[in-house]
């Protein structure tokens, strides 16, 4: 394991004693929510895993140590800080030579998590292919993390503003397993339905658990995409949520807006043009995935 890691003492005994540990994200908090909802759906997540028998870790990067595992002040320090990064793959060791502080993306939390030796991270929805990718080939890092990454990453599909059919196929070129849980169809995070078939569908956490455990103990390394519906009261309609996400995209073209910045505006802008039901939803959809993630995890533990 790096030097550069720091693994909170609760998480590095449940680690050294084969117990389940699920990852979380930061990125959600800093980048993903406005506070004080950020904070509180953290400390709730957070709550959600250990109510399901398993330890959370939420992963950042503070002061270029890489923590495996926040406090409760470091948790408000994230949901209330002004100059955090927003670290993907590559941004890790700036952060790190710099002595910054970063809330990690899906990518940058497979890389600790695996690091750290664990296996499950739960999150609201993945990254993928973007809209309008012939004219801006903006690919998320997280699907090439996905390749090369042994974590499993339990989600609501990839994020809706996404290109999802594109995501989907970059993900099978890619070699990376796509499982619906509980469903045929590949979730669309604010939306159970996304007109697009899931590759494979399992129904529990201990046929999950054996499925990874079979690919990873076969030799074939990388993450796999478990892909968990909304729950059905909070999700939102697919034609409800796709107007409000063409209204976000002409918005943010208009203002030049590109690259890492454009996710979090245009969940900004959804959110505004949902009344808030986007956020409702979103809160909703990562407690649902941390529970499922926590699952899973006692489920691999218990072999």
């Not at 990852?23 to 909802?37: K, V, W």
């Not at 074939?220 to 796709?242: M, S």
């Not at 454009?262 to 043009?273: C, D, I, K």
């Amino acid at each position: 394991m790096s030097d550069f890691i720091d693994i909170a003492p609760e998480v590095a005994a449940a680690l050294a004693a084969g117990k389940p540990v699920v990852a979380l994200e930061s990125t959600i908090i800093s980048h993903g929510m406005p506070y004080p909802q950020n904070l509180e759906t953290a400390q709730l997540v957070e709550q959600d895993v250990r109510d399901h028998g398993a330890v959370p870790a939420t992963i950042a990067v503070i002061a270029g140590r890489c923590k495996i595992g926040l406090s409760p002040a470091e948790l408000k320090y994230f949901a209330q800080g002004q100059d955090i990064l927003k670290l993907s793959r590559r941004d890790i060791p700036y952060a790190i030579a710099q002595k910054r502080d970063g809330a990690t993306t899906v990518s940058a939390t497979m890389i600790l998590a695996d690091q750290a030796g664990i296996r499950v991270f739960a999150t609201g929805g993945i990254g993928g292919v973007h809209r309008e990718l012939g004219t801006t080939f903006d690919i998320s890092a997280d699907l090439t993390e996905l390749a090369r990454t042994s974590v499993a990453v339990v989600c609501a599909g990839a994020k809706a503003i996404l290109d999802i059919p594109m995501t989907l196929e970059h993900l099978e070129t890619l070699g990376v397993p796509v499982i619906g849980y509980g469903t045929d169809e590949f979730p669309a995070f604010y939306t159970v339905k996304s007109g697009q078939k899931a590759p494979l569908r399992l129904d529990s956490p201990q046929d999950v658990a054996h499925f990874l455990k079979a690919k990873w103990e076969f030799g074939l390394a990388g993450g796999v995409v478990i892909g968990n519906p909304p729950p059905a009261d909070k999700a939102l309609a697919l034609e409800a949520i796709e107007h409000a996400i063409d209204s976000a995209l002409v918005e943010a073209k208009g203002l030049n807006i590109h690259g890492r910045d454009v996710t979090p505006f245009l969940l900004e802008r959804v959110t505004q043009h949902t009344k808030g039901k986007s956020l409702e939803a979103n809160i909703a959809l990562v407690r649902n995935n941390a529970c499922l993630g926590a699952q899973i995890a006692v489920a691999m533990a218990a072999g």
